[in-house]
């Protein structure tokens, strides 16, 4: 009897937890922007918070295998731009580290 107790406050204690990562306001933002490139069902995309900043907070939502990032910032959020490349002898793209956005890299000055 103890362990059916156990195994059904383990499986509410588990229902609970997910119930309270979805009511998150910003994760379900995340999710309807990243479902504009996932073409995924809503059911089966997950969303997790994988970096922080000061200004910006990335999510990672995924499904079927394939994911995107999405940034938020304040009310709004958005699908987080790609790398750039770098091309040739020219100065490449960086990430900002408090606003996650890439920027030009000064170019090197010459000698």
Known sequence: MASSTIGSLAGGSVFALLV??????????????????????????AAGVERETAQVREWIVGCNFTYTRVHCRGHSCYQAPPKPPCIGNLPCFVEDPVTLEWVLQDAPKPR
């Open 20 to 45: 309270c990562a979805c009511a998150n306001p910003e994760a379900l933002q995340a999710n309807q922007v990243a479902a504009e490139r996932l073409h995924c069902d809503p059911e089966t995309m």
